[in-house]
């Protein structure tokens, strides 16, 4: 089974300043990854993925994150972020032969006016 | 095109009793997944029904189960239920077994 890390489970961030989400799988095989966002009383809502190729990828609402395979890592960024952006954001990896989506814990995002 | 909805929005069930969920899928999916999210945690995989027949499924004991029909809307049943099933239930439709998962709102659960 995979494992899915969020070291930060709350993020607290000014208005238009730059935020960067941490995440970190564990998988020895190749693995797609996605970040989702959960708006309050809401479903998830995909912000971007990773399949294969650029290692960056560019998201909605400005997002975009940066596939590390040598540490694992799939860190979310946004260089200027807004009030709307307040939500919660989870981390999600599935390895490219199976159907099972593992998430993470979540990380708060509250952007501060 | 219509998303995908789920119905009750909320419920509120008594230990011990038998719940019924239910999910419609994004119009030209056949696939629709099943998770549960605990207050606090990341949603965790139930089950997969893909074309009306279970394709996997997590780590959940044989008291959920589930059901897909010819227009692979889903139902996810939970009997005998415990305090611990107090979550939000979220379904997510694709058009495949590992393509893209869109996600309903949710049906938010508390066992008393």
């Known amino acids: 089974a995979q494992s899915v890390t969020q070291l930060d489970s709350q993020v607290p961030v000014f208005e238009e300043a730059p935020v960067e989400l941490r995440c970190n799988y564990s998988?020895?095989?190749?693995?797609?990854l996605f970040w989702y966002v959960q708006y309050p009383n809401q479903g998830l809502q995909l912000l971007l993925k990773?399949?294969?190729?650029?290692?960056l990828v560019k998201g909605i609402n400005g997002f975009e994150a940066e596939f590390n395979k040598s540490q694992t890592s799939f860190h979310l960024r946004k260089p200027s972020v807004h009030i709307s952006d307040t939500a919660e954001y989870f981390c999600?990896?599935?390895?490219?032969?199976?159907?099972?989506?593992?998430f993470g814990t979540g990380t708060s995002l509250t952007v501060i006016p | 095109e219509t998303g995908v909805t789920q119905s009750p929005t909320h419920l509120i069930k008594t230990r011990g009793q038998q719940v019924t969920l239910r999910c419609s899928s994004q119009?030209?999916?056949?696939?629709v997944s099943w998770y549960q999210q605990a207050l606090g945690q990341g949603p965790q995989f139930i089950f997969q029904?893909?074309?009306?027949?279970?394709?996997g499924r997590g780590n959940f004991p044989p008291r959920f189960s589930g059901l897909q029909f010819p227009n692979y809307s889903s139902e996810l049943n939970v009997n005998a239920l415990e305090l611990d099933d107090s979550a939000l239930y979220l379904c997510?439709?694709?058009?495949?077994?590992?393509?893209?998962?869109?996600f309903g709102p949710g049906t938010r659960l508390t066992v008393t």
């Open positions: 029904y893909y074309r009306e027949e279970e394709n």
């Open positions: 998988s020895s095989v190749s693995v797609y």
């Open positions: 997510a439709s694709s058009s495949g077994p590992v393509d893209e998962q869109y």
């Open positions: 990773y399949l294969s190729g650029s290692t």
């Open positions: 999600a990896v599935r390895q490219n032969t199976g159907n099972q989506f593992y």
């Open positions: 119009s030209g999916h056949n696939t």
